[in-house]
């Protein structure tokens, strides 16, 4: 009788499972088409008003987010008694000492 009621059970969870699966499948083949069916109007417009067809395009710039937070840091106050920009840190050698050097050509054999 156990070995019935597991077998039945393991079954049951399949049948679930692929439901789920067959779902999921649908919903994204519904999704893909509603993309489909957008972009092919989108396309018939321009082709009617007689422009390009132009395609959809993610715009990603990798140094726009770096910009942000490095911009967001001006907008910080630095904390009561902390050392500014200007002066330096205690205990440290005095950094308005720092001098540039002049880049030199390296000379190959």
């Known amino acids: 009788m156990n070995d019935f ?3 039945l059970v393991r079954f049951m969870l399949r049948i ?8 999921f499948a649908a919903s994204l083949l519904v999704v893909v088409l509603l993309l489909a069916t957008v972009w092919g ?3 018939a417009w321009a082709k009617l008003t007689g422009r390009p067809i132009a395609p ?3 715009r990603v710039d990798p140094g ?4 942000r ?3 967001a840091g001006d907008r910080w106050q630095p904390a009561r008694g902390a050392p500014s920009a200007a002066e330096p840190a205690p ?3 005095d ?3 720092v001098t540039d050097v002049q880049v030199k050509e390296v000379r190959s054999h």
Do not use: E, H, K
């Open 64 to 67: 726009a987010g770096w910009n």
């Open 5 to 7: 009621l597991s077998q």
């Open 41 to 43: 109007l989108r396309a």
């Open 91 to 93: 205990g440290r050698p």
């Open 16 to 23: 679930v499972l692929v439901g789920f699966a067959l779902v």
């Open 69 to 71: 937070v490095f911009r």
């Open 95 to 97: 950094l308005l000492d």
């Open 56 to 58: 959809w395009v993610m």
